[in-house]
């Protein structure tokens, strides 16, 4: 699939230094705004969107004609007013809906493909941080994300710790687990076991790894969701038929969703970008990145945090915010953390969590 | 200092918010649904953080925009450094803790004072209740039975006092309350409903 550039597109004049050792040259960043910038620039808060997110955050989505991924917190009078606000949402380097990433061409006019470095989420940060350097923005209101999103409002906190005077992390952790990376990994896997694959070197050749990238997002998709939800939702209930077919069609509706899931997820995302954004996330360990003491990352920030986790949510789990929040703690950060009640596991914070608006609402207003 | 628009608050909280210092660093441990920190906000410009256990509360909290922490204060208090804060405030708390000494220690190795308050067991009509019927006595400031209270560690005056002397804490001054008013010291143990005590080490 081709990248999209529907949205705006900022241009970095100089190369992006990368954690790598590399540098990206001519790196574009594709992004959405929402609300009008005050004439201080004061009232700017960035939202960094989550693994297979994008800068959609209110607004239609240009290939699935879905609404925004975060309209129910975005807009005017909404949790992130955009009455008050100006909301900026950047596409992520790496991703494919218009920033750089390994299916946008490279100087030699081919696309990177696996040509493409890999990245991190201090990567990430950086071309956020160079896009507000280009849009004149000193100091942001606020950061918020979730889940991956989260990832880079703490990184930003960490390495840029006058960028923003609130950082807004939900549902994310500090660092990946092993069993985080595991089940990247299989994805990862699955998408190279795709003879369409290719090594990377799909675009143009009239078919792209969709079966390899399909079953990344279904084993993904599961642990996005509780254990409670997907019996509420699927049980062992058959999808159209009175009796179990005794043969590898989707009998069950959990595996109809899923498959469901998958084949759409396709139509809309790049492989290799699913590869090396998976890759970014698997190598976060703020920590590590400061010298071992999560503590250390915060030393010099001047933002207030708030945290928020979900009972329900097993891929980042509560004692992953709460090892945040004592880091802070120790760093002397003013900060709020709340584990709150939801049953939709990790996708809580894109759901209907009512809670987690009147959170959000009053972090931004205090 | 009335201004601090102190008044709605309880009176041993009212207290605290007229002998907080301006512009102090205050740590509120068991902070419910923040209103004591909110007044110190307003009124004394202070550096509020709180830590409380129930999460619609701590909800409340983030909503009016305190920096308050989810969590255990038996458990949680070892995350701040020594020295953290220049008042902690543990109100109506301690004999809810696992271990009050460890917790009184911990409140002053975090905050270079606190202000404790708690109920007091020996007051007279606790005394009156138990000799009486012989029963453990539930009344307005411990209105639940004994079985399912959260008070696990009853607490008297007396006692408070030769705690904080066996662990070489200094009372630095104390007030009684009986029936929400302010009280004399005479008698305190038997006369107070409960008590609120500024320590340092």
Known sequence: ??????????????????????????????????????????????????????????????????????????????????????????????????????????????????????????????????????????????????????????????????????????????????????????????????????????????????????????????????????????????????????????????????????????????????????????????????????????????????????????LYPTAESRHVVHALNAAGAPVSFVELSAPFGHDSFLLEVPALDRVIRGFLDG | MASVGAEALRPDLAVIARQVPHGARVLDVGCGDGALLATLREGKQVDARGIEIDPVLVERCVARGLSVVQGDADRDLTFYPDGAFDVAILSQTLQTAARPDRMLAELLRVGRRAFVSFPNFAYWRMRWALLSRGRMPVTRHLPVSWYETENIHHVTVTDFEELAASLGITVERRWFFTREREVGGGGANWRAEYALFEVSR
């Open chain 1, 1 to 314: 699939m081709a990248t999209h550039a529907a949205s705006n597109v900022y241009r970095l004049a100089a190369p992006l230094p990368l954690d790598s050792g590399q540098a990206l040259e001519g790196v574009e960043i594709a992004y959405e705004t929402y609300g009008e910038l005050a004439a201080d620039r004061g009232n700017a808060v960035l939202v960094c969107h989550a693994l297979t997110g994008d800068q959609y955050l209110a607004s239609t989505h240009p290939v699935t004609g879905k609404p925004g991924w975060w309209e129910r917190m975005v807009g005017p009078g909404k949790p992130i007013d955009t009455a008050r606000h100006h909301v900026i949402c950047a596409n992520v380097i790496g991703s494919c809906m218009g920033s750089t990433g390994p299916a946008s061409l490279a100087a030699d006019g081919q696309p990177h493909a696996m040509r493409f470095p890999v990245i991190t989420i201090r990567d990430m940060v950086r071309a956020q941080v160079a896009l507000l350097d280009g849009l004149g923005i000193e100091r942001l209101h606020a950061v918020v994300g979730g889940s991956m999103g989260g990832m880079q409002a703490l990184s930003l906190a960490a390495d840029f710790p006058n960028r923003a005077a609130r950082i807004l992390a939900i549902a994310t952790t500090a660092r990946h687990s092993a069993q985080n990376i595991a089940f990247h990994e299989v994805g990862r896997q699955a998408i190279m076991a795709d003879p369409a694959w290719r090594g990377g070197e799909y675009y143009g050749a009239g078919a792209s790894p969709d079966a390899g990238l399909s079953v990344a997002r279904m084993a993904a998709h599961i642990t996005y969701l509780s254990e409670e939800g997907l019996t509420e939702k699927f049980g062992r209930r058959l999808q159209d038929r009175d009796a179990k077919s005794f043969g590898f069609d989707a009998d069950f509706q959990v595996e109809s969703y899923l498959r469901y899931q998958g084949s759409g997820f396709v139509q809309r995302f790049d492989a290799n970008s699913y590869l090396y954004i998976t890759r970014a996330m698997d190598y976060f360990d703020i920590a590590e990145e400061h010298g071992g003491l999560l503590a250390d990352a915060f030393a010099g920030t001047t933002a207030r945090f708030c945290l928020v986790s979900f009972d329900s949510d097993w």
